[in-house]
């Protein structure tokens, strides 16, 4: 029975695990890629992409404020 794993990719003469350290560097790449630029994703997260979403969200809250209410009591 075989063993499943994460993201294998089926080719005609079998099947490729590109966790398995003994025939694909891949586990290497990925520590590597991640270690060397976590940091700059974290900061890219918090400098563009929540101030973009904050941003938006206090204009929208800004432009519900102002819009005259349709209720009237």
Not at 6 to 35: K, M
Not at 38 to 58: A, G, N, P
Request: with cysteine.
């Amino acid at each position: 029975m075989a063993k499943q794993v994460r993201g294998p990719a089926h080719i005609r003469w079998g099947v490729i695990n590109v966790e398995d350290e003994s025939h694909c560097e891949f586990v290497h790449l990925r520590n590597f890629l991640t270690r060397t630029n976590l940091q700059d994703l974290i900061e890219t997260t918090s400098l563009v992409h929540y101030e973009t979403f904050r941003t938006r969200q206090l204009i929208a809250l800004k432009e519900s404020n102002s819009r005259p209410s349709t209720e009237q009591r």
